[in-house]
């Protein structure tokens, strides 16, 4: 299993440009979640999803736009990038009915916007 | 809301000997689960341990401990026998048992440098 995997690795983008962050799993895991990581500020969430065809805002989701139309993949979309959005963007998973387990995460992405 | 705070930004331990993370946290819930996680300078995220909060018994795995001290909201990791590969960020994690998102809230982090 490959477990969580993130396209791309980096990424370097000008003010306004817009893309788009792969995230897949193959572990069958229901719930997807989007986290940036900013140097002092730990992890944030950004968006989740439960389930396919499910997604919900975080903490963090001003900016973003995702969508789940496979239950494997995630996609954190931004529009018009901006100088704030330069993070470390990372892609987790989880079973269904979690408990005590644990989210598996993705290497992350890192973002610069210029 | 649920907010975890971590109070230590940076600790340091010298090879061998042992160190103690700190992590508090604020909820109105009664259960709820804890972790701490660990992040090399690879960036990928690494479950330390985990705590079910109706456990009163101390998580332990190999060199890694807690100390979970409930009516206080305490959650601190203590590592034993500190080894060089143990250099890291440490982030402290909650959960709420309750249904739904199964969101983790997480702590700004402590780096642990370890000294040879």
């Known amino acids: 299993n490959a477990g969580v995997t993130q396209t791309p690795k980096f990424r370097v983008l000008k003010t306004g440009q817009s893309m788009t962050l792969l995230c897949a799993q193959d572990m069958n895991h229901e719930y997807m979640y989007w986290y940036r990581q900013d140097p002092g500020m730990g992890l944030r969430l950004i968006h989740y999803s439960v389930g396919e065809g499910t997604t919900a805002k975080g903490e963090v989701p001003d900016g973003y736009n995702v969508s789940r139309l496979k239950k494997q993949n995630f996609l954190l979309g931004l529009e018009s990038a901006a100088p704030s959005q330069t993070s470390v963007y990372f892609c987790?998973?989880?079973?269904?009915?979690?408990?005590?387990?644990?989210?598996?995460f993705g290497p992350g992405t890192r973002l610069t916007v210029l | 809301a649920q907010t975890v705070t971590q109070s230590q930004p940076e600790m340091s331990v010298q090879e061998a000997e042992t160190v103690t993370l700190s992590c508090t946290y604020d909820t109105s819930e009664s259960d709820y689960y804890l972790f701490w996680y660990k992040q090399p300078p690879s960036r990928q995220m690494i479950l330390v341990i985990r705590?079910?909060?109706?456990?009163?018994q101390n998580a332990t795995e190999n060199r890694f401990s807690v100390n979970f001290q409930k009516a206080a909201k305490s959650f601190s990791l203590k590592i034993s026998d500190s080894q060089l590969g143990d250099a890291a960020m440490y982030f402290c994690?909650?959960?709420?048992?309750?249904?739904?998102?199964?969101?983790?809230?997480f702590g700004k982090g402590t780096k642990l440098t370890v000294n040879p």
């Open positions: 994690a909650y959960r709420s048992a309750q249904g739904g998102s199964e969101k983790l809230v």
């Open positions: 987790a998973s989880t079973p269904v009915r979690t408990g005590k387990n644990e989210q598996f």
């Open positions: 705590q079910e909060a109706y456990k009163q």
